[in-house]
């Protein structure tokens, strides 16, 4: 017997699983799950309070003194998160940062940015996927990327005292495939399952709860301002009765445009006022450290604050800096104003308001048509950013989520969907068999195929089979079967009210919608008149894998049957439209045949007529074709366009 395998991907999670959401960020990363008592996402939290990991890999060196000392010859630790953060001061050529930037990139891509990094890219092959040097190990973005992940695992163990092995992981709406994979390898790498790869703004309007239980279809502006980089995304979302899916119009953005560009734009004024050379700073790469350090600390205090006050040391730092500089500079003095501030990051904002109209342009829609505004990366906690945003679209944005966090709170709620929390729904990645409806003849016509990719959507065009036909009975069904009735019927329902037309000229689009969560929408749309109905159907639901088996086995074992069967009919159909049509014919054009010509017809439709019932489809056609040979000479001369349309097409 032969077998069959099917890919039910994912139909298998067992309730009551874990599963995490992640937000694997350029500056931070972070982890969260749906609380079961609560209902409600949370972010994991190291001891109850930062949630925030900052996406940063040290390593440790090897061979340190106090191993040495221990007697251990063991390779340097690595360490991830705040801890790792500080030698970015001390250590910048074994502390790895922004590798999300490095993603899925080849040297190439990357050629001109190397002063960005503050560690060694390798460039041995310009095509080949970069690699980052430490010490004398070569390390892979994704290989980096994994021990970020893998970290976030273990906190999250930890905390929630359970193993965590499924999760789902976003990444920017404009990753490409090669991004996207790398990113799913990183999840392999760290010991997960990537059950879904899922785009930023999407988690993050997820998280606002604007989803796809709306009863109308929204669009959405995504704002996201990060540490490194900005993005904008217009979505458009459609509501659950029709499919629910969360569809990406339009995106841009700048990937060297973030919140560490306002850190540096407060560093340049301190340098300014301080009378202080910005060459000398880069003499000394732990001063700039420090500085930068203590102009995020000014950018955080004055998104609540009106005025930072500090005060550069040298006594402090002294370890840190040449004694030529600690001869030339008195300790400097690190005060700004909110003010002040606010106008030396202005053109950056602006900057970010460019991307934001050239992706409305793309999208072809006003400020206006924008339904809701999602904040999203720390630095939209600024106030001078939030009010630009809010002044451009004339409408408050939705701020009330920790900006940081919502990403990641949006990722749970989708990765806790998959578990089965949220519906009682099968989850499948594939649609694992086929979903059409019944066209004449009794025919199954496919408008989705079997291992079709979920989300997924189809449509084609109908038409009557009947003149003056003001009903159109659509009838869904499942399976690979040539002949309806040996396939499984999902559900019928009836497109009413189209205005009566001559048969064939109707235009009626049939369109299934498959949502992520393998919910299929069925509509059914008479384009002329603009009438419509549809209806929701559960494709899977109630089918165990057996029974799915069952039924791929018997489409295979019965495919030559089912070929003879769906040509004999489809011939039938095809004979009892032309029949239709010949009547029609000579009804309207008596006057201008002549009797001969019409007592021909008539005895070429009494053959055809006879033969409808055989099943030999050669008999059906030869007939058919007389007919069709007999009257085509006169046809011509009178049939419209309407007829030679009722003639073509498929009918309902
Ligand atoms: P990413 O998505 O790039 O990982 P995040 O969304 O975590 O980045 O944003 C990090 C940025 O947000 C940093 O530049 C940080 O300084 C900034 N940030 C965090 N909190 C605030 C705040 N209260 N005010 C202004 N900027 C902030
Ligand atoms: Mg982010």
């Known amino acids: ?21 992640i937000d694997l960020g350029t500056t931070n990363s972070l982890i969260a799950f749906v609380n079961k008592e609560t209902g409600k996402a949370e972010c994991i939290k190291e001891d109850g309070k930062n949630s925030l990991v900052p996406s940063i890999v040290h390593f440790e060196k090897s061979g340190s003194p106090f191993r040495e000392l221990a007697g251990k010859q063991e390779q340097g630790k690595i360490i991830v998160g ?3 953060k500080q ?12 590798v999300k930037r490095l993603m899925g990139k080849s040297y190439k891509d990357v050629s001109g940015k190397e002063n960005y990094f503050g560690y060694k890219i390798i460039d041995e092959d310009e095509d080949k996927l970069v690699k980052i040097r430490v010490d004398n190990k070569f390390y892979s973005p994704i290989e980096l990327s994994s021990l970020i992940l893998k970290e976030l695992k273990e906190r999250a163990e ?9 999760v789902v992981i976003t990444v920017p709406a404009y990753f490409n495939d090669a991004q996207r994979q790398a990113t799913r390898d990183a999840g392999k790498l760290a010991g997960l399952e990537v059950l879904r790869i899922i785009n930023e703004p999407t988690a993050a309007s997820l998280a606002y709860g604007i989803d796809t239980k709306a009863t109308q279809e929204k669009t959405i502006a995504v704002y996201d301002l990060g540490g490194g980089t900005f993005d904008i995304s217009i ?15 339009a995106t841009n953005g700048d990937t060297f445009l973030g919140g560490d560009d306002f850190d540096r734009a407060i560093v ?14 880069l003499e000394d790469k732990s001063l700039s450290q420090s500085l930068r350090l203590k102009a995020e600390e000014a950018k955080i205090f004055l998104s609540n604050n009106n005025q930072f006050e500090s005060q550069f040391c040298h006594a402090e730092h002294f370890d840190k800096l040449s004694t030529s500089f600690i001869e030339a500079h008195p300790d400097l003095n690190l005060n700004i104003s909110k003010k002040e501030f606010e106008s030396i990051t202005q053109h950056l904002i602006e900057k970010t308001m460019q991307c934001v109209k050239r992706a409305l342009k793309d999208a072809k829609l006003d400020a206006n048509a924008i339904d809701n505004i999602v904040m999203v990366g720390g630095a939209t906690r600024i106030p001078s950013v939030k009010k630009t945003v809010a002044d451009f679209f004339g409408k408050e944005v939705y701020d009330d989520l920790n900006p940081d966090e919502v990403v990641a709170l949006g990722a749970a709620i989708q990765a806790d969907i998959l578990a089965g929390n949220q519906k009682d729904i099968l989850l499948l990645d594939v649609t694992p068999l086929s979903l059409g409806i019944e066209t004449m003849g009794e025919l199954m016509d496919v408008i989705i195929s079997r291992n079709s990719k979920i989300p997924t959507s189809a449509a084609r065009q109908y038409t009557t089979s009947k003149d003056g036909q003001v009903n159109m009975k659509i009838a869904v069904y499942q399976g690979e079967r040539d002949v309806v ?25 049939i369109s299934f919608i498959l949502n992520a969560d393998g919910i299929l929408k069925v509509r059914a749309k008479e384009l002329r008149s603009g009438i419509e109905q549809s209806i929701d159907v559960k494709p899977q639901y109630g089918l165990t894998d057996a029974e799915v088996e069952k039924m791929l086995f018997d489409s295979i074992t019965h495919a030559k049957e089912d070929m003879n069967i769906r040509a004999v009919l489809e011939a039938k159909t095809e004979a009892q439209q032309v029949l239709q049509s010949a009547e029609k014919f000579l009804k309207i054009n008596t006057a201008i045949l002549s009797e001969e010509e019409i007592a021909g017809v008539r005895s070429h439709m009494n053959a055809l007529e006879e033969v409808l019932n055989s ?8 007939k058919l074709d007389e007919l069709n040979e007999f009257t085509q000479p006169f046809a011509h001369r009178v049939m419209d366009s309407v007829m030679l349309e009722a003639m073509k097409g498929k009918k309902i």
């Open 82 to 84: 705040s801890i790792a």
């Open 235 to 249: 979505l458009k979302i459609h509501p659950e009765n029709e499919g629910g899916i969360f569809e990406v119009i």
């Open 615 to 622: 099943t030999d489809k050669d008999l059906i056609h030869l």
């Open 268 to 281: 340049d004024f301190w340098l300014q006022k301080n009378n202080l050379a910005e060459e000398k700073l």
């Open 87 to 98: 030698f970015l001061i001390t250590d910048p050529q074994r502390t790895i940062y922004s």
């Open 158 to 166: 930890k905390v929630l005292n359970a193993a965590v092995k499924k």
């Open 485 to 509: 009735k040996d396939n499984r019927k999902l559900a019928e329902f009836t497109l009413n009210n189209i205005p009566p037309m001559p048969a064939g000229l109707p235009k009626v689009e």
């Open 1 to 21: 017997m032969a077998r069959i395998s099917i890919n039910i991907k994912e139909a298998k999670i067992e309730k009551r699983e874990i599963i995490c959401g």
